[in-house]
């Protein structure tokens, strides 16, 4: 069964304004995990936060996890035009073997 | 940096041929992975292997097989191509399985079955 679902699915913002994309999971989690893929390629991973993290910091990446929500939210700062690709959260599936993927949310950022 | 490389960025096939896909890793890692990407429903796990010669069905095995033979690659087969099988497939490789292991993907590989 899917584990993680991101919202929005879609979202188009202006460069230099921040992007919010979030995502929901179902079942209790040790980590959850961000890729990012540009089109037509293979995803990228950015950023691990364990569950016992509220928040974390990369460069202009933000991640928060709320595990009594079951959800996480990856904020973009000041996004420029080449962070324009879908954002995936990841999640182990049910046996704790394989990760599981969302449909994604797919961030255009126009110049 | 790991590499992974899938062979072919596009693939053209005629319903019914034997299809391979191939993924080579060049970080000696343990797991390897074939999903499927289609719009909408995100990344589909379809074979993995943890070990040579060892594979594991994930969730959308119907029509495919695998092949790990050395430790570096891993094969996609799909026995008799048919027009659903068209979609994206993506190979993945991690050092270890669990929750604190990293996925690294290849480009993919865009298959067309007509």
């Known amino acids: 069964s899917q584990q993680g679902e991101e919202d929005p699915q879609a979202l188009s913002i202006q460069e230099g304004e921040n992007a919010t994309m979030n995502c929901s999971y179902k079942t209790s989690i040790n980590n959850l995990q961000w890729y990012r893929q540009n089109s037509g390629r293979g995803l990228v991973h950015l950023i691990l936060?364990?569950?016992?993290?509220r928040e974390k910091h990369s460069g202009r990446l933000r991640v928060t996890l709320d595990t009594s929500k079951k959800s996480s939210s990856l904020l973009i700062t000041a996004s420029r035009a080449a962070d324009t690709a879908s954002y995936f959260c990841a999640t182990l599936d049910n046996y704790g073997q394989n990760f599981v993927f969302g449909p994604g949310t797919r961030l255009s950022v126009l110049p | 940096d790991v590499k992974v490389t899938q062979s072919s960025r596009y693939l053209v096939k005629r319903t019914g041929e034997k299809v391979f896909l191939e993924c080579v890793q060049d970080?000696?890692?343990?797991?390897m992975f074939w999903y499927r990407q289609d719009p909408g429903l995100g990344l589909r796990l379809i074979y993995f292997s943890y070990d040579v010669k060892m594979k594991e069905k994930g969730d959308i095995p119907e029509g495919y097989s695998v092949s790990r033979e050395k430790k570096e690659r891993f094969s996609l087969i799909l026995e008799s191509a048919s027009t659903n099988q068209t979609s994206m497939y993506l190979c993945?490789?991690?050092?270890?399985?669990?929750?604190?292991?990293?996925?690294?993907f290849g480009s993919g590989t865009q298959l067309s079955v007509l």
């Open positions: 936060i364990r569950s016992n993290e």
């Open positions: 993945a490789s991690s050092f270890e399985l669990g929750a604190n292991e990293k996925l690294f």
């Open positions: 970080m000696d890692h343990e797991n």
